[in-house]
Structures are given as C-alpha cells and as structure tokens.
C-alpha cells in the first residue's frame, strides 16, 4: 500500500437535496448556488493541499464540487464505481409516508446484515461494493501520496466500510452532509483523521442576490 492520504468529500448541495427529492445514480442534477459556494469554500480551505490525482464519479455534481483542483491542473479519473448507490423506482421523485417507511425497513434490514437486498429497482450494498472495489484498489496500489475523492452519502459510507475492514452493516455509522470531508491516512492500516468535518464550510461567502433575498 503506497498512498499516504485521502482526503474523501462528499458533493455539494442540489436542489434536489434542499427539496428532499431521491437522487441516487439515476439522477445526474448539478450543483445550486449554496453547492458552489460550499466548492469555494473547500476550495479556499485545502487548495494548498499537493493532491497528486482527483477522483469523482461519473455525476456532474462531483465534477462541480472539485472543479477547481481540475482546473489548476491536477489530474482528473472519472469512476462509474463511484457512483450512488441506485435509489430505484425513486429516483427523482419525493418520498411518500408509504415509501419512508419501506425506506426505513430497508435500512433495518441492512444494518441486520442482509446488504445482499436490493431497495425497489435499485441496487444492494454488496453491489456498490463490489463495482467500488476495482477503485478502492486503485487507490491503495497507486504510487500516489495524497488524492481527493469526489463522491456521495451512501457511497462514501459502502466505501469507508470496505477502506476500514468493517462490516456493510455498519456503514450507518458514518455520518455525511453536503461537502463534508472524511482525511483517512493510509499505512500498514487505514484510519480516520477527520470525520463528517465541515469546519471550511464556515468560509462560506453566497453572492449578494443570495444575501438580500427577502425571507418569505
């Protein structure tokens, strides 16, 4: 194993987020103007960083969230295998009390052990971890000494379980919200520097429209 650190992020806000509307793998929406902010504002935080490789998944809304470590030049992968785990039937649509419930049964049901169930037309755990794991060893072989993942809520917490030997039905455990940064370095063992750390968010700065915008 020879990368020393990964820093791993989530994206930024959506207005899919803002409005509670499933997004998953099926839904490639962008980034709003809080979501950008909060790119800026990581962006400002640890752009001093010498990140050797970027990594995001194939939705926008990762490229847009470390757009600018792309644009100052450091290398740039796009992984499928780092994708959302896919929210079936749901996807782009608001949840009903009958589909937070089966949410919530499913849930249980993963955190009992059984991540081999897929949630309706979706995909299981054991599935995104398996399409991870190409990636994951990608990380840990490569000559690399610090990278930035890109990814999403329920994928980083599949990932962090596979990165840390801990069971899927744990992954609950690993807390997530927009641009939140997980630093894990990497020796004999993988540990966790930093968890669900949003300290940079507070170097948010929205643009003035979005500051004088009466509050209804």
């Known amino acids: 194993m020879s990368c020393k650190k990964i820093y791993l992020v989530r994206h930024g806000q959506t207005d899919f987020n803002l409005q509670g509307i499933v997004q998953g793998s099926g839904v490639d929406s962008s980034l709003n103007v809080m979501g950008r902010?909060?790119?800026k504002a990581f962006y400002e935080a640890y752009h001093s960083v010498k990140f050797d490789r970027v990594y995001t998944s194939s939705l926008k809304r990762t490229h847009e969230t470390v757009i600018d470590f792309i644009n100052s030049g450091i290398p740039h992968e796009i992984h499928s295998g780092l994708n959302e785990i896919s929210w079936g039937v749901n996807e782009g649509h608001r949840i009903t009390p009958d589909e937070d419930a089966y949410y919530h049964w499913m849930l249980q049901q993963w955190q009992n052990g059984n991540t081999s169930l897929r949630i309706n037309?979706?995909?299981s755990p054991d599935e995104v971890a398996a399409r991870q794991l190409p990636v994951i060893q990608k990380f840990l072989?490569?000559?690399?000494?610090?990278?930035?993942v890109c990814m999403h809520g329920r994928a980083i917490r599949i990932l962090l379980c596979q990165l840390l030997h801990y069971p899927l039905k744990s992954m609950d455990m690993f807390e997530h919200t927009n641009l939140c940064l997980y630093l894990l370095n990497c020796e004999a063992t993988v540990s966790v520097v930093k968890y669900n750390d949003t300290a940079h968010?507070?170097?948010i700065r929205?643009?003035?429209t979005e500051l004088e915008e009466p509050i209804l």
């Open 121 to 123: 037309g979706g995909e």
């Open 206 to 208: 929205l643009p003035k």
């Open 201 to 203: 968010l507070a170097r």
């Open 141 to 148: 072989k490569s000559t690399d000494k610090t990278i930035l």
């Open 37 to 39: 902010a909060q790119a």
